[in-house]
């Protein structure tokens, strides 16, 4: 009849009224909320003392609206999915959610499902009141769902049904009746159907009337018809594309299709476009969007990552990858250079710096350590190597932060001679002064630029002193045969 649902149901209520009409239908038993799964008898054994009074009324179904917020009757438009008066999310929802919601409306079958930001108005004013549809097959008793939900209206569910829900709608056959006076006739002539005793074919928007075979057939793929009643179907601008039956088409990413203008459009202000839906942007992307409005920029160390159809978000770019400013996406580290999850930079080796996209090699007279912005003059009795500046003898480079750096003498027992990179301990029983290139051995040992080695049996004497590397005495680093007491 045309109600959302019926609230409730009552026999044995007498009226004046009944007595005029006959009973025409007995035994009526329905396994859904569907004509079609009803079954019944045209005979009877009852009086109107059990005739059935219905109270009907408006109880949450689904629906679907256009740009216009006008109810969706006929399939292949593409329409906002209401239930009662709320969007749903696309949360778990699948091809076989839509099949049950077509059926579940009154249409054959699915023809296809998006979700997204479209008709931006509408959508704002709407609550969202599903979510986590999830059906196990095209029939709506296998299907869960969640009246709460954790989500945006870039999630709304759009959907395509396929047939009319006037054509699905099985009617019993007809019964003889007393009608009621001056009751109008049924309309014979369904929308989008053959309808040869009717003066004029009505065709639903995504087809077109054949006058040669007097019905309507489907737009072909790559055109559209937006209206009723067309007798062509017109082309898709430009990059855009649609699949047959289309009453609009779908436009390249970073675009929208305006079904007024019949064009393409760019999606609006600080939102981003994919498989012809806009989203809009996070907080976080700080910039307009970028790549011809395909994705939405993110901060460094992030890039933009489309999830399905429902939008999209900023994420970390991977370990050993890297995103500076102005850069669309994370692009691979350089050899011999690493990164952390979410970079901005890349860590080069000591001896080089970072440049925005490289590690280059510190000029000549300058030094960096691991992990440098910039290069720095080696100083303080320091020269220049392949890896850092080099320091005297005694003496080792050390960073004091990123951008400087001195000599500073080895410790006191620690010592440092050329082609070491570090200061070193003395040998056990040998010492060194602060600032020491070797290391002073005990009595019969001597010195060989690494350690205390012990002099041969006939020379156990040292001889000395000397001075080298640093104030104060300090011993030979040779051995000397022993002088005879006696001699004078």
């Given at each position: 009849?045309?109600?959302?649902?019926?609230?409730?149901?009552?026999?044995?209520?007498?009226?004046?009224?009944?007595?005029?009409?006959?009973?025409?239908?007995?035994?009526?038993?329905?396994?859904?909320?569907?004509?079609?799964?009803?079954?019944?008898?045209?005979?009877?054994?009852?009086?109107?003392?059990?005739?059935?009074?219905?109270?009907?009324?408006?109880?949450?179904?689904?629906?679907?609206?256009?740009?216009?917020?006008?109810?969706?009757?006929?399939?292949?438009?593409?329409?906002?999915?209401?239930?009662?008066?709320?969007?749903?999310?696309?949360?778990?929802?699948?091809?076989?959610?839509?099949?049950?919601?077509?059926?579940?409306?009154?249409?054959?079958?699915?023809?296809?499902?998006?979700?997204?930001?479209?008709?931006?108005?509408?959508?704002?004013?709407?609550?969202?009141?599903?979510?986590?549809?999830?059906?196990?097959?095209?029939?709506?008793?296998?299907?869960?769902?969640?009246?709460?939900?954790?989500?945006?209206?870039?999630?709304?569910?759009?959907?395509?049904?396929?047939?009319?829900?006037?054509?699905?709608?099985?009617?019993?056959?007809?019964?003889?009746?007393?009608?009621?006076?001056?009751?109008?006739?049924?309309?014979?002539?369904?929308?989008?159907?053959?309808?040869?005793?009717?003066?004029?074919?009505?065709?639903?928007?995504?087809?077109?009337?054949?006058?040669?075979?007097?019905?309507?057939?489907?737009?072909?793929?790559?055109?559209?018809?937006?209206?009723?009643?067309?007798?062509?179907?017109?082309?898709?601008?430009?990059?855009?594309?649609?699949?047959?039956?289309?009453?609009?088409?779908?436009?390249?990413?970073?675009?929208?299709?305006?079904?007024?203008?019949?064009?393409?459009?760019?999606?609006?202000?600080?939102?981003?476009?994919?498989?012809?839906?806009?989203?809009?942007?996070?907080?976080?992307?700080v910039a307009p969007p970028v790549d011809n409005l395909r994705a939405c920029s993110c901060p460094?160390?992030?890039?933009?990552?489309?999830?399905?159809?429902?939008?999209?978000?900023?994420?970390?770019?991977?370990?050993?990858?890297?995103?500076?400013?102005?850069?669309?996406?994370?692009?691979?580290?350089?050899?011999?250079?690493?990164?952390?999850?979410?970079?901005?930079?890349?860590?080069?080796?000591?001896?080089?710096?970072?440049?925005?996209?490289?590690?280059?090699?510190?000029?000549?007279?300058?030094?960096?350590?691991?992990?440098?912005?910039?290069?720095?003059?080696?100083?303080?009795?320091?020269?220049?190597?392949?890896?850092?500046?080099?320091?005297?003898?005694?003496?080792?480079?050390?960073?004091?932060?990123?951008?400087?750096?001195?000599?500073?003498?080895?410790?006191?027992?620690?010592?440092?001679?050329?082609?070491?990179?570090?200061?070193?301990?003395?040998?056990?029983?040998?010492?060194?002064?602060?600032?020491?290139?070797?290391?002073?051995?005990?009595?019969?040992?001597?010195?060989?630029?690494?350690?205390?080695?012990?002099?041969?049996?006939?020379?156990?004497?040292?001889?000395?002193?000397?001075?080298?590397?640093?104030?104060?005495?300090?011993?030979?680093?040779?051995?000397?045969?022993?002088?005879?007491?006696?001699?004078?």
């Amino acid at each position: 009849m045309g109600y959302d649902g019926s609230t409730s149901w009552n026999s044995h209520i007498q009226w004046v009224i009944q007595s005029q009409y006959d009973i025409n239908l007995d035994d009526v038993t329905c396994g859904s909320d569907s004509w079609s799964s009803c079954s019944y008898a045209t005979t009877h054994n009852c009086g109107h003392a059990e005739d059935v009074f219905v109270s009907c009324g408006e109880v949450p179904v689904f629906s679907l609206v256009d740009s216009d917020g006008n109810k969706i009757f006929t399939g292949g438009r593409l329409g906002l999915l209401l239930y009662g008066d709320g969007t749903v999310c696309d949360d778990r929802f699948s091809a076989e959610s839509g099949l049950a919601i077509c059926r579940k409306m009154g249409f054959t079958g699915l023809a296809q499902w998006t979700s997204g930001i479209r008709i931006q108005d509408i959508q704002n004013e709407k609550e969202i009141v599903l979510d986590n549809v999830d059906c196990n097959s095209g029939d709506w008793e296998s299907c869960t769902y969640s009246t709460t939900h954790n989500c945006a209206h870039s999630e709304d569910i759009f959907l395509s049904c396929q047939g009319n829900i006037a054509d699905s709608q099985s009617a019993p056959p007809p019964v003889p009746t007393t009608a009621a006076p001056d009751t109008p006739p049924l309309s014979t002539c369904p929308p989008s159907i053959t309808c040869p005793i009717c003066p004029e074919i009505i065709c639903s928007p995504g087809h077109y009337a054949s006058q040669e075979s007097a019905t309507c057939l489907a737009c072909p793929a790559d055109t559209y018809n937006p209206t009723d009643g067309a007798t062509s179907c017109r082309a898709c601008p430009g990059a855009s594309t649609s699949p047959a039956g289309s009453s609009g088409c779908t436009c390249e990413s970073g675009k929208i299709w305006n079904n007024t203008t019949g064009t393409c459009e760019n999606c609006p202000l600080n939102s981003a476009g994919r498989n012809g839906a806009c989203f809009p942007c996070p907080q976080e992307s700080v910039a307009p969007p970028v790549d011809n409005l395909r994705a939405c920029s993110c901060p460094d160390g992030k890039h933009w990552f489309w999830d399905a159809d429902s939008g999209g978000r900023c994420v970390p770019c991977e370990e050993n990858t890297f995103k500076g400013r102005g850069m669309t996406r994370c692009e691979t580290c350089p050899d011999g250079s690493s990164s952390s999850a979410g970079s901005a930079l890349c860590l080069c080796e000591a001896g080089t710096y970072w440049d925005k996209q490289n590690c280059e090699q510190c000029a000549s007279g300058t030094a960096s350590e691991a992990g440098a912005l910039k290069c720095f003059p080696c100083k303080l009795r320091a020269t220049k190597s392949q890896n850092g500046c080099v320091c005297e003898d005694g003496m080792v480079w050390e960073w004091d932060n990123p951008g400087s750096g001195s000599c500073k003498p080895c410790l006191q027992n620690t010592f440092r001679a050329e082609g070491m990179s570090s200061c070193s301990p003395c040998p056990i029983g040998s010492k060194s002064i602060p600032g020491s290139g070797f290391c002073v051995c005990p009595k019969e040992k001597y010195w060989d630029g690494e350690n205390c080695e012990p002099c041969e049996k006939e020379s156990d004497k040292i001889k000395g002193p000397f001075n080298s590397n640093g104030p104060g005495p300090f011993f030979n680093q040779e051995c000397e045969p022993e002088l005879d007491e006696s001699y004078e």
